[in-house]
């Protein structure tokens, strides 16, 4: 079966653009997460959906910072004027169930703002 | 708030050598623990969690770990490693049961000599 896909793999922009990352979960998976990777440290968490509704946003690091996943299956991060500091892996992970549970990651995109 | 520490950060050995890799936790309630490993050029994917009842888990690839409450630690251990174990491994805990968000330590890059 299919795991969860992450596009585009690598995305440059430039400081000030906006950009749009997606994630195609593993189908019925109710739970979505994002995590933030920045090089040579662990995932940090950004934000959680349960089904279409966005549960905890409290790890979007600015306003700038948006998610959504309007029909509980694909979901969107976006970046608006990006900065240097947004550069980083974006993973997405979905979950079975909710709570506690495995979740299983996509490839995630590297972003890189020149 | 829920936090991990993985003391080894970049961890060398030849093969067949023993293998321990450090974590400890802070205490929030409910523990549920994980190792993720990652491959070089591949994804996040699980080596073994922990959720409740035997404190020794037993994961994929020879893997093993072992809770112990009392030191808030889930260290990750192989008795013989291979040069194929090169990857960076990642331990995480549960940061929240109700969302079942991961708290993640910062990685220990393991280098495997042939």
């Known amino acids: 079966g299919a795991g969860v896909s992450q596009s585009p793999r690598y995305k440059v922009a430039k400081r000030g653009q906006d950009v749009a990352l997606r994630c195609d979960p593993i189908?019925?998976?109710?739970?979505l997460f994002w995590y933030q990777q920045a090089l040579g440290q662990g995932p940090e968490f950004l934000t959680y959906?349960?089904?279409?509704?966005?549960?905890?946003k409290s790890g979007l690091p600015s306003d700038r910072f948006f998610a959504e996943r309007p029909e509980g299956s694909v979901s969107t991060l976006k970046i608006q004027r990006t900065q240097q500091e947004d550069s980083a892996v974006y993973l997405c992970?979905?979950?079975?169930?909710?709570?506690?549970?495995?979740?299983?990651f996509g490839p995630g995109t590297r972003l890189t703002v020149l | 708030a829920q936090s991990v520490s993985q003391h080894n950060h970049h961890v060398i050995l030849s093969e067949a050598a023993s293998l321990e890799l450090g974590c400890n936790y802070s205490?929030?309630?409910?523990?549920?623990l994980f190792w993720y490993v990652q491959y070089p050029g591949q994804h996040l994917q699980l080596l073994l969690k922990y959720f409740s009842g035997d404190p020794l888990v037993k994961g994929i690839k020879g893997f093993e770990a072992e809770f112990i409450k009392s030191k808030f630690s889930f260290n990750l251990r192989k008795p013989s490693v291979q040069w194929s174990d090169t990857a960076e491994y990642f331990c995480a805990v549960i940061g929240s049961s109700n969302t079942g968000k991961l708290i993640f330590g910062q990685g220990t890059t393991l280098q495997v000599k042939p």
């Open positions: 189908s019925g998976h109710v739970s």
């Open positions: 992970a979905s979950s079975l169930g909710t709570g506690p549970d495995t979740q299983y």
């Open positions: 205490y929030g309630g409910t523990v549920n």
């Open positions: 959906f349960q089904n279409e509704a966005q549960l905890d």
